[in-house]
């Protein structure tokens, strides 16, 4: 239950907040002003922050099954 | 053109490549179209992408949340200077654990309250599913003035748009999305006069106009330590045959930003609304409407609760709601695992009358049907599927007929239905 928690908080702050307004069905537009970021970084920002929390995310599934 | 970057390809595959400032979306489409290497990159991000979408849309993690006078500040820090309002609550504190839900499954009053079967529903996939805890649990809670304040302020807006409704029907004008504000099991109560009470599992307390500033500060102002679920109603003037107050989409754009508050809120993590609202966008790109069809929201033992709600004041009483609509024992049995349930509904009308049916989606674009006739109904019976492409796979089971469709093969359907049935 804890897990996609525990993957999202091993984003930094700006990648988190800016994966949730994409995964709340914000624009790229509508992002980049909520972000303070400008629209072009918006795709680079989802890269880092997806890659990011499908490895801890699978990380952390890995340290599960070896409990 | 030289090679497209990450960046650049995740906007691709959001379909967001016609908002970057320099893309040339069409010589980015026509690069991948011919580069090899940009097209095992895409593929690549895409399953990043894939795989980042079934996390967030696994099951939701218990909300643990900081004190409220922390979400406040928080707040507070992000929006702009409220009203002084706001201000009391540093001085009334906050009630700890105040259960709520924030819609329950309800709807807009018209004239009346209207069941949900008359309206479009955007459905979050886990909203169904969600049980009310039983209506005796947990014990009165006091809300915060200003929360309360705020509520009844709600309360009177929607009864006001009710009453207006009433005396000129053939003027009234709806918003297009409603957020329906109920609790499950909680007793909310001020400490003043004129408290708002509410003491019932799935009371509607107001349906507050999502693009209305209210909305955001209700949101803000409830307790949500323990949020189960936030429903958004959106209204289609086709359906109702009135003219609604704003285009769909600007309103469903204000409602995603107010989503988005709820969800910094309570941590950053999900509630099922948001995931409703994305579809409503999907819904929008692809030029369709943002309908999904009647929803049954209601479990039995919501239906059996009567409305009780007390309050002191009476222009607070609540409307009558008619009972929900039956719903068997079928609906766990009938949702394939692993695909996002967009909606589930019983058969009110044509030869299945009294089945129920569910949508699941297979991939952005691909849905699975899923019929659960009645007793005595054969797959004949039905019409033949609109679309092309679309094929047909019934099964008997039990004594009943499935019926699955989708743009697939009857072997994949066939698949689909073994982990249906490995899910019994």
């Not at chain 2, 320099?22 to 940009?38: M, N, Q, V, Y």
């Given at each position: 239950?804890?897990?996609?928690?525990?993957?999202?908080?091993?984003?930094?702050?700006?990648?988190?907040?800016?994966?949730?307004?994409?995964?709340?069905?914000?624009?790229?537009?509508?992002?980049?002003?909520?972000?303070?970021?400008?629209?072009?970084?918006?795709?680079?920002?989802?890269?880092?922050?997806r890659r990011r929390l499908a490895e801890?995310y699978s990380?952390?599934?890995?340290?599960?099954?070896?409990? | 053109?030289?090679?497209?970057?990450?960046?650049?390809?995740?906007?691709?595959?959001?379909?967001?490549?016609?908002?970057?400032?320099?893309?040339?979306?069409?010589?980015?489409?026509?690069?991948?179209?011919?580069?090899?290497?940009?097209?095992?990159?895409?593929?690549?991000?895409?399953?990043i992408?894939?795989q980042t979408?079934?996390i967030?849309?696994?099951?939701?993690?218990?909300?643990?949340?900081?004190?409220?006078?922390?979400?406040?500040?928080?707040?507070?820090?992000?929006?702009?200077?409220?009203?002084?309002?706001?201000?009391?609550?540093?001085?009334?504190?906050?009630?700890?654990?105040?259960?709520?839900?924030?819609?329950?499954?309800?709807?807009?009053?018209?004239?009346?309250?209207?069941?949900?079967?008359?309206?479009?529903?955007?459905?979050?996939?886990?909203?169904?599913?969600?049980?009310?805890?039983?209506?005796?649990?947990?014990?009165?809670?006091?809300?915060?003035?200003?929360?309360?304040?705020?509520?009844?302020?709600?309360?009177?807006?929607?009864?006001?748009?009710?009453?207006?409704?009433?005396?000129?029907?053939?003027?009234?004008?709806?918003?297009?999305?409603?957020?329906?504000?109920?609790?499950?099991?909680?007793?909310?109560?001020?400490?003043?006069?004129?408290?708002?009470?509410?003491?019932?599992?799935?009371?509607?307390?107001?349906?507050?106009?999502?693009?209305?500033?209210?909305?955001?500060?209700?949101?803000?102002?409830?307790?949500?330590?323990?949020?189960?679920?936030?429903?958004?109603?959106?209204?289609?003037?086709?359906?109702?045959?009135?003219?609604?107050?704003?285009?769909?989409?600007?309103?469903?754009?204000?409602?995603?930003?107010?989503?988005?508050?709820?969800?910094?809120?309570?941590?950053?993590?999900?509630?099922?609304?948001?995931?409703?609202?994305?579809?409503?966008?999907?819904?929008?790109?692809?030029?369709?409407?943002?309908?999904?069809?009647?929803?049954?929201?209601?479990?039995?033992?919501?239906?059996?609760?009567?409305?009780?709600?007390?309050?002191?004041?009476?222009?607070?009483?609540?409307?009558?709601?008619?009972?929900?609509?039956?719903?068997?024992?079928?609906?766990?049995?009938?949702?394939?695992?692993?695909?996002?349930?967009?909606?589930?509904?019983?058969?009110?009308?044509?030869?299945?009358?009294?089945?129920?049916?569910?949508?699941?989606?297979?991939?952005?674009?691909?849905?699975?049907?899923?019929?659960?006739?009645?007793?005595?109904?054969?797959?004949?019976?039905?019409?033949?599927?609109?679309?092309?492409?679309?094929?047909?796979?019934?099964?008997?089971?039990?004594?009943?007929?499935?019926?699955?469709?989708?743009?697939?093969?009857?072997?994949?359907?066939?698949?689909?239905?073994?982990?249906?049935?490995?899910?019994?």
């Open positions: 239950m804890g897990q996609v928690r525990d993957a999202l908080d091993a984003l930094s702050e700006r990648d988190r907040e800016v994966l949730l307004l994409w995964d709340a069905g914000q624009s790229y537009t509508e992002i980049a002003r909520q972000a303070k970021l400008a629209v072009g970084a918006v795709g680079t920002t989802l890269a880092r922050a801890a990380n952390k599934e890995l340290v599960d099954v070896a409990r | 053109m030289s090679h497209v970057d990450q960046g650049i390809l995740h906007a691709y595959l959001d379909g967001a490549l016609d908002e970057l400032p320099s893309g040339d979306a069409r010589a980015i489409r026509e690069h991948l179209a011919a580069c090899p290497e940009c097209r095992a990159l895409l593929e690549e991000e895409e399953g992408r894939e979408l079934a967030l849309a696994g099951p939701l993690p218990e909300v643990e949340l900081p004190p409220l006078e922390e979400l406040r500040l928080r707040a507070e820090a992000t929006s702009p200077p409220r009203a002084s309002r706001g201000r009391r609550i540093h001085r009334m504190g906050w009630a700890a654990s105040v259960i709520l839900a924030i819609g329950a499954g309800y709807a807009l009053r018209g004239d009346q309250v209207i069941p949900l079967g008359t309206m479009d529903v955007i459905d979050g996939p886990n909203v169904p599913w969600l049980e009310p805890p039983p209506a005796e649990a947990g014990p009165a809670t006091v809300l915060d003035a200003s929360a309360n304040d705020l509520l009844r302020q709600a309360v009177q807006q929607s009864d006001a748009r009710a009453d207006r409704a009433a005396s000129a029907p053939r003027e009234r004008r709806l918003p297009n999305s409603v957020i329906a504000i109920s609790t499950e099991r909680s007793v909310l109560k001020a400490p003043a006069d004129g408290d708002v009470e509410v003491s019932s599992a799935g009371s509607v307390v107001a349906e507050v106009d999502s693009g209305d500033p209210l909305a955001a500060e209700l949101l803000r102002a409830l307790p949500l330590e323990k949020l189960v679920a936030l429903d958004v109603v959106t209204l289609q003037d086709r359906l109702l045959g009135v003219p609604a107050q704003q285009p769909l989409a600007s309103s469903l754009l204000d409602l995603t930003s107010v989503a988005a508050t709820t969800k910094r809120l309570s941590g950053g993590l999900s509630v099922p609304a948001v995931r409703a609202i994305r579809f409503a966008n999907e819904d929008l790109d692809e030029g369709r409407v943002a309908r999904r069809g009647r929803v049954a929201m209601a479990s039995a033992s919501r239906a059996a609760a009567a409305p009780a709600f007390s309050t002191s004041d009476a222009s607070l009483r609540p409307r009558e709601r008619r009972p929900s609509a039956r719903r068997g024992g079928a609906e766990g049995q009938l949702v394939v695992p692993g695909f996002e349930l967009i909606s589930l509904e019983n058969i009110e009308e044509g030869p299945a009358a009294g089945g129920l049916r569910t949508l699941q989606r297979l991939t952005q674009v691909d849905t699975l049907e899923l019929l659960h006739l009645p007793e005595g109904v054969v797959p004949g019976d039905l019409a033949a599927a609109e679309q092309d492409g679309i094929v047909q796979h019934a099964a008997f089971r039990n004594g009943e007929w499935l019926v699955m469709r989708a743009p697939r093969s009857k072997q994949e359907l066939e698949v689909l239905l073994e982990r249906l049935d490995a899910n019994r």
